[in-house]
């Protein structure tokens, strides 16, 4: 998993060079929400991803509740918490994260993960999935063409 742990790390530099060009408190679209309030989104994938994958490398299997995104986003409200520490504090997570995909070797790759009521899926799918929802998100709130 360390290319995937490479690509995680290089996703966090590129949000650390532009994120002085971003404008934090305006939504990525009519309606949508506020950029801080996606970057405030991923901050939560990091909590449940990065739980998710420690659980996972020690279980045998995992089971493990789904997330709430529109309520945990508004109850956190983000949008007032100021972009500066949610950067810095997304931007740690990740390289924790990082670390720890690093430790996803080929014999916990394939266990068994079922999130909520989804369909059971692997811990390998939901590591190289962590990058994948990442740069979706990343492609909402950062400059045209960053990515």
């Known amino acids: 998993m360390i290319p ?33 309030e996606v970057l405030g989104h991923l901050i939560d994938s990091a909590s449940n991803n990065h739980q998710r994958f420690v659980r996972a490398l020690i279980q045998s299997r995992l089971d493990f509740p789904s997330y709430q995104q529109e309520e945990s986003v508004s109850v956190q409200a983000y949008e007032s918490f100021g972009a500066t520490g949610l950067i810095e504090l997304w931007a740690g997570y990740n390289h924790l994260i990082a670390h720890v995909m690093e430790r996803i070797g080929p014999d916990k790759q394939m266990t068994p993960c079922r999130i909520g009521n989804d369909e059971e899926t692997t811990l390998e799918f939901l590591a190289t999935d962590y990058n994948r929802h990442l740069i979706h998100h990343l492609k909402q709130i950062l400059p045209e063409n960053s990515l």
Do not use: F, H, M, T
């Open 4 to 36: 995937v742990a490479n690509e995680l790390r290089s996703l966090v530099d590129l949000v650390l060079r532009v994120a002085p060009n971003v404008a934090w408190q305006e939504p990525y679209g009519p309606g949508k929400w506020r950029r801080v």
